[in-house]
């Protein structure tokens, strides 16, 4: 197929900035202006600008959603690509190829002018195409021959259209290319039909992961706090009810819209999907600034965590000592009981921090053997000992570079580990084990234990000197028993994150709170998964196997709901069943057995009972 624009009339106008109009459609002259006053140069041969591998496989990670929900069509047609000898590729906003696919001949022709995936293929880039000229205008379009500005792709025909999520944003750009010779009208109506079925598709996944978003902050807007939902776009999808009338038509509103409406976000936590690795949205913790106005302000910095908060000073005293230190560079130490949550006050500090967009490792260091310990936290070269790795191996100090590392149970390293910890801190630098060569390291470090790390020092187990180093900035994280008033905010934490929809009587509830966990939040954690694999499908009808559940796993005594005085004989009955039902683990069949009772009546009495 000729092009429409014949060479000539490029050359003119490279050459002299003249053009006839009437030869050339409105769009490509517009986009030949364009590249002219960017300077784009019009003889480039091949494309430039390309990432890394470690960039592109960022980038396509930045762009996951619209992989999943377009690569599948690709796919179908790529028999069709084959065929008709034409190449498909998949584009991000920024004009990254993400993905290009087709005839195996026409793939070799495009990586001679560098058209493979990677490459960012824009106008700013390559001059006037198809890709870049459709990101620019939001608008469908096809570019042949000597229509396009650099010489580079002359010999190409290209199809582009644009994909929009349902709130009109740009996602990207689905293009289809050829030989010029083998191009065909039909191309523009083809990636316009691929690029309207890959929205359908976007938009269903959307929908999808909305539900999926309200559903885990289900608890969190029907609670008295004042909250905003946000999906991982930063679009508002819900608010809570007293907010409602703060913010009329919230949904889709773009979360930086807020500052018209006057809030000021008191903390940040994420919002994880069912596979706990995959944020999926934002919930915003708001707080009014006047209680008696409508003005609210919005801060610029809110707070990230990705636990869950509650209402107790005393755990709200460690968030205000995270916030203060977490945009610092001070190392941290992290003091209390095993099961408090340690490390997730560690990731906040991290996540709140310049070094966010680092990498955040951790480390327990009383889970690895003293002599091991070594090369876990600096690496080694290869041979450096019987069994490494051919090609060594990072240590932990290494991959946390422009990061943070969080060294949980600190108290725990050997007095030789303590002194090249300490070099370590003091020249910011490491050698791995069996090597020669230094590592400039910048990397924060946040240390946590369980012991009384100053005690150690007292009982010369803990050198001083390295004690001062650590012990910059201590943070107290309360053990369960002095945040109880917490315990329903992290049950329901626990049911959303584990998608179990129960709801905890609140009689249950107050038992839990009674309990003094010495275990703390990892104790409460293990006594839920265990209640969820009991009883996974738990309802109102059968609500009474909690007291059993809490007689042989919480270690309490059943809840007393009786609407009458029992007498004595009923009373000895309710304890000879109690410990029938302790004996048998539960087991109704066999403590009726074991008390001589049919069975139909110990569920009577169980029921009169409460048990």
């Not at 009587?505 to 954690?525: A, H, S, T, V």
């Not at 007291?547 to 270690?555: A, S, Y």
């Not at 004996?583 to 069975?599: E, I």
């Amino acid at each position: 197929m000729q092009s429409v624009c014949y060479l000539s009339t490029w050359k003119r106008f490279v050459n002299e900035g003249v053009l006839d109009p009437s030869r050339i459609s409105k769009r490509i002259i517009e986009s030949w202006h364009r590249c002219k006053s960017q300077q784009v140069n019009p003889y480039l041969k091949k494309g430039e600008h390309f990432l890394t591998s470690d960039l592109f496989k960022q980038q396509k990670e930045k762009n996951s959603l619209l992989l999943q929900a377009v690569l599948p069509t690709l796919k179908r047609i790529d028999k069709m690509m084959i065929e008709l000898e034409a190449i498909v590729l998949l584009i991000d906003p920024s004009g990254y190829v993400l993905s290009i696919t087709g005839n195996k001949k026409v793939l070799h022709e495009a990586r001679k002018i560098n058209f493979v995936e990677g490459v960012r293929w824009t106008e700013e880039e390559v001059g006037t195409n198809a890709i870049g000229t459709a990101l620019q205008t939001s608008e469908a379009i096809m570019v042949s021959g000597s229509e396009h500005y650099s010489i580079a792709s002359h010999n190409w025909s290209c199809a582009a259209a644009p994909i929009h999520s349902c709130e009109g944003e740009l996602l990207g750009v689905i293009d289809v290319s050829c030989p010029v010779d083998r191009a065909h009208p039909f191309m523009l109506g083809m990636v316009a039909s691929l690029a309207q079925e890959a929205e359908k598709e976007l938009n269903v996944q959307a929908h999808k992961k909305e539900i999926e978003l309200i559903n885990r902050c289900t608890h969190l807007l029907e609670s008295s706090q004042s909250v905003v939902v946000c999906n991982e776009r930063e679009k508002v999808v819900a608010v809570s009810e007293d907010l409602r009338q703060h913010i009329p038509n919230y949904k889709g509103m773009d979360r930086k819209e807020l500052l018209k409406y006057g809030m000021k976000v008191e903390m940040e936590s994420s919002i994880l999907a069912s596979d706990q690795t995959t944020c999926i949205g934002t919930c915003l913790h708001i707080k009014k600034v006047d209680e008696l106005s409508s003005s609210w302000t919005l801060t610029s910095k809110p707070f990230y965590f990705e636990g869950t908060i509650g209402t107790s000073s005393s755990f709200q005293r460690t968030l205000d000592d995270v916030k203060r230190v977490a945009p610092t560079e001070a190392s941290v130490y992290i003091s209390g009981e095993t099961g408090t949550g340690k490390e997730i006050i560690a990731r906040a500090i991290h996540f709140n921090s310049k070094r966010k967009n680092g990498p955040f490792i951790a480390l327990n260091c009383g889970a690895l053997p003293a002599e091991l310990i070594e090369s876990e936290l600096f690496g080694y070269v290869e041979g450096a000992f019987t069994g490494a790795k051919r090609q060594g191996h990072k240590g932990k100090f290494e991959q946390a570079n422009n990061g943070t590392i969080f060294l949980d149970e600190i108290g725990e390293i050997s007095p030789a580990m303590q002194v090249k910890l300490l070099r370590v801190l003091q020249e910011r630098r490491i050698t791995p084990v069996g090597g020669t060569k230094e590592i400039e390291l910048d990397v924060r470090i946040i240390t946590a234990t369980h012991w009384n790390l100053s005690q150690l020092v007292e009982e010369g187990k803990f050198r001083k000197d390295l004690y001062y180093r650590l012990h910059v900035y201590p943070i107290y994280v309360p053990p369960l028993r002095e945040r109880k008033e917490d315990i329903p905010y992290l049950v329901h934490y626990y049911c959303k994150q584990n998608d179990w929809n129960v709801q905890m009587p609140e009689e249950y509830i107050e038992r839990l709170k009674q309990y003094d966990w010495p275990g703390n939040i990892r104790e409460l954690f293990n006594v839920l998964e265990r209640l969820r694999i009991s009883f996974p499908y738990l309802g109102a009808e059968n609500y009474h196997v909690l007291d059993k559940f809490f007689v042989t796993d919480v270690h309490c005594f059943p809840i007393q709901k009786e609407t009458h005085k029992l007498n004595a004989r009923e009373n000895i009955q309710k304890d000879l069943m109690i410990e029938a039902l302790q004996k048998t683990q539960g087991n109704v069949s066999q403590a009726a057995k074991l008390l001589n009772m049919p069975r139909s009546t110990f569920y009577r009495r169980m029921q009169k009972y409460h048990l």
